[in-house]
């Protein structure tokens, strides 16, 4: 994969996400405001971006204290403006 510029990169808000999958696929929906886009990835693929994602948890926690989950599903404020 090519290298990504976040600094420029386009970004939403997600505020909510659901996952499902299949024998041969997951399925991810990520839901920004009234808008939904799905995924589909390979199992392989999924599995190497949980690890990915839980080391980069690690990561934050590590520079910015633990993440509290408690209330995720409401009260988020985006931090982009549309």
């Known amino acids: 994969m090519q290298n990504v510029?976040?600094?420029?990169?386009?970004?939403?808000?997600c505020n909510g996400a659901q996952i499902n999958f299949g024998k041969h696929q997951f399925v991810?929906?990520?839901?920004a405001g009234q808008n939904?886009?799905?995924f589909?990835?390979?199992p392989?693929?999924?599995?190497?971006?949980v690890e990915i994602w839980s080391e980069k948890v690690k990561e934050?926690?590590?520079q910015f204290?633990?993440?509290?989950t408690a209330g995720?599903?409401?009260?988020?404020q985006s931090p982009y403006t549309a």
């Open 36 to 38: 939904i886009s799905g």
């Open 40 to 42: 589909a990835l390979p």
């Open 72 to 76: 995720t599903e409401t009260g988020i």
């Open 5 to 13: 510029d976040f600094d420029t990169l386009p970004m939403l808000f």
């Open 60 to 62: 934050y926690e590590t």
């Open 28 to 31: 991810i929906a990520l839901r």
């Open 44 to 49: 392989e693929l999924m599995k190497s971006i």
């Open 65 to 68: 204290g633990k993440i509290d």
